[in-house]
C-alpha cells in the first residue's frame, strides 16, 4: 500500500462547482497533515494545514478521520484560477506526497 | 517573507558529470529535506536532514546522492555521476514546527 493515496482525477469541472478530493495515509503515527497547490512547473505551496477537528479557509475546507487514516479537501465555488494541482502532504519525520489530483476549471 | 532559495534554476549537465545543487533554507528552521519531480509525476522524497545528519532517506537516495550543510546557511544535494534519468526539478524545503516551505526549484537535464 502507498504511504499516501489520492483521487487520481483530472478533475474537470465548471466554474461555481462545489469538489471534494480524498486521500489516504498508511502510517498510523502520521503526525500533521496538509494540503498542497501546485501549479505547472512550479514549487508546491501550502493551502491549508488540516487538523483534527476540520477547518475551513474560505471556499476551502479540509477534514480529518484520523480512524480511518483519511483526509478531504471541499473547494466550494470553484474559481478559474483554482485550477491546479493539489497535493496530500502527511509528515511522519518527513514530508510524503500522494501523487497529485489535477483540477481544471472550465467557465 | 522569508523564503527558500534555490541556485541554480536550471542546470545542463552531461551524463556522469557531478553536479551541486544549491540551498539556503528559512533561517530559523531545523528541518531540511529533497524532493525530486520527474516531468509530469509526483513529487518524490529523496532524504530530510536535522541535527547536521540525514535523518531519512528514500530508496531513491543512493550512494550517488550526497548531502551537505557546509556551515550555517546552505544546504546542498551533490550528485556524484548523473545519469539521464536524473533529469527532473529538485525542490529544497525547510520546516520549522509545522509546514515545510519550498524553493522555486533547480531544473536538471543530464544530456
Known amino acids: 500500500r502507498k504511504e499516501v493515496e489520492q483521487d487520481p482525477g483530472p478533475f474537470n469541472v465548471p466554474e461555481g462547482a462545489t469538489v471534494a478530493f480524498n486521500c489516504t ?16 512547473r512550479k514549487e508546491p505551496k501550502l493551502l491549508m494545514s ?11 475546507t ?29 509528515n511522519i519525520n518527513d514530508m510524503r506526497f500522494g501523487a497529485g489530483t489535477r483540477l481544471t476549471v472550465k467557465p | ?21 544549491r540551498c539556503v533554507p528559512i533561517s530559523n528552521h ?21 541535527n547536521n545528519e540525514i535523518s531519512e532517506k528514500s530508496e531513491i537516495f543512493d550512494d550517488q546522492f550526497s548531502v ?9 544535494l551533490k550528485i556524484r555521476s548523473t545519469k539521464l534519468e536524473d533529469s527532473a526539478m529538485y525542490f529544497c524545503a525547510s520546516r520549522g514546527a509545522g509546514e515545510a516551505f519550498f524553493g522555486q526549484g533547480t531544473r536538471l537535464t543530464v544530456v
Open chain 2, 30 to 50: 531545523l528541518y531540511f529535506y529533497w524532493y525530486r519531480q520527474i516531468l509530469g509525476q509526483k513529487v518524490e522524497f529523496l532524504v530530510s536532514f536535522y
Open chain 1, 62 to 90: 479540509a477534514q480529518l478521520n484520523r480512524a480511518s487514516q483519511y483526509i478531504s479537501l471541499l473547494i466550494r465555488d470553484s474559481k478559474l484560477s483554482d485550477s491546479a494541482t493539489y497535493l496530500c502532504v502527511v
Open chain 1, 50 to 60: 488540516v487538523y483534527s477537528s476540520g477547518n475551513e479557509d474560505g471556499r476551502f
Open chain 2, 68 to 76: 551537505e550543510r557546509p556551515d550555517g546557511s546552505n544546504f546542498t
Open chain 1, 25 to 40: 495515509y498508511s502510517n498510523s503515527a502520521s503526525q500533521s497533515f496538509f494540503w498542497y497547490r501546485q501549479d505547472c
Open chain 2, 1 to 21: 517573507e522569508p523564503e527558500v532559495t534555490q541556485t541554480p534554476s536550471h542546470q545542463v549537465t552531461q551524463m556522469g558529470q557531478e553536479v551541486i545543487l
